[in-house]
């Protein structure tokens, strides 16, 4: 390291120099379910540094954490160096990212494009211009030390079961996505760095404080296998993934303007519930505000709880054919297919002509 800058650095900044590898002064372990983010943030805290100084610091110029969603990519560079410099087996480092869900979310994770069921952050520089990130205001107040969970990047992911509230994915007070790697930028004080981490970058808001928005079904056993899913998410125990794979499928249908389709009209007007309006464009429910994604994945589970059934009561009622069902499904699993071709062949025999 430069001896000018190593002189003119704070003493923390400092220490990190002289160690070259070795534990830093303060290596706080990840906390429970925690992002990779979220833990670099309260390293550098703890190291009494701003995060981009930190940042700068420990990996140089030449590698910007910040331009990029890195939990999402989960860079080996970044994982290894969190791994070695707070003694944290590279297991559970690596499991703070959400490469992790491979398998469990998505069936094969890539670098860019859309992650099924992973919330798009939109990163613009080092801005955020979606609402990828959500948060849950009673968690953040009650935690010892704030953080956010994996798991809050997670669509379907709309409930906190254990507070029973709505998880929220911007600032209450001026509506801007959460991004809490902004929130130091001229503000930073060692004293006030927990707090830090529930500032909106913006305005300053305390998102700790925001209200909590009780949780609203439109059925009562849809509502509970709801929260029954988001618990099993952050237990690691969620159901298979090819039901994930078929509830993603019938989200994408209801948010779809194709003509002839009307599959979410026909759930809504069953459950006696609002309608979304139809959107231009083609956008995913990783990309939809959280009570767009709530109602979607109400209107999707209402359905998985008697697919057959209910796909083919949609059919009767003309809300769609079954050729939507289909549409732009890679690899869908073998039960949905024979469930789809039972469909194929009744249409087939109400389309063939009567004998004379």
């Known amino acids: 390291m430069d001896t000018t800058l190593r002189a003119a650095a704070p003493s923390g900044a ?68 969190m791994a070695a410099c707070t003694g944290t087996p590279w297991h559970i480092a690596y499991g703070t990212t959400l490469r992790t869900f491979e398998g469990v979310l998505f069936r094969r994770f890539r670098v860019s494009g859309v992650l099924q069921w992973i919330q798009t952050l939109q990163v613009y520089h080092r801005k955020r211009q979606g609402y990828g990130l959500q948060y849950c205001p009673t968690c953040l107040r009650e935690d010892a030390e704030p953080y956010y969970r994996r798991s809050w990047r997670v669509s379907f992911n709309t409930i906190c079961p254990q507070h029973r509230c709505m998880l929220l994915d911007r600032c209450p007070e001026c509506k801007i996505g959460v991004a809490f790697h902004r929130t130091d930028i001229g503000k930073y004080s060692a004293n006030a760095s927990g707090r830090l981490m529930v500032a909106c970058h913006r305005c300053g808001k ?13 059925d009562e056993a849809t509502l509970g296998a709801h929260v029954e899913l988001c618990l099993a998410l952050q237990r690691g ?116 002509p009567r004998p004379s």
């Open 14 to 81: 400092r220490a990190l120099m002289d160690l070259s590898g070795e534990l830093w002064p303060a290596h706080p372990k990840p906390l429970p379910d925690e992002l990779l983010s979220s833990w670099l943030m309260r390293t550098a805290y703890a190291n009494g540094l701003r995060l981009q100084t930190f940042g700068n610091l420990i990996f140089g110029g030449r590698r910007q954490v910040w331009n990029r969603d890195i939990d999402r990519l989960g860079p080996t560079w970044l994982v290894t160096t």
């Open 206 to 218: 305390d998102l700790s404080t925001s209200d909590a928005i009780s949780v609203r079904g439109y």
């Open 237 to 352: 125990l969620g159901p298979p993934l090819e039901r994930l794979d078929v509830m993603h499928h019938l989200c994408r249908l209801m948010l779809g303007s194709t003509a002839h389709l009307q599959l979410q009209e026909f759930v809504a007007k069953k459950l006696d519930a609002p309608t979304v309006p139809r959107s231009l464009r083609r956008t995913g429910i990783e990309s939809r505000p959280f009570w767009e994604r709530h109602h979607f994945i109400q209107l999707a589970m209402w359905l998985m709880a008697d697919l057959e059934a209910k796909l083919t009561s949609a059919r009767d009622a003309k809300a769609l054919r079954y050729l939507h069902l289909k549409r732009d499904f890679v690899d869908p699993p073998p039960w949905y297919e024979e469930l789809v071709s039972r469909f194929e062949r009744r249409a087939g025999a109400v389309a063939a």
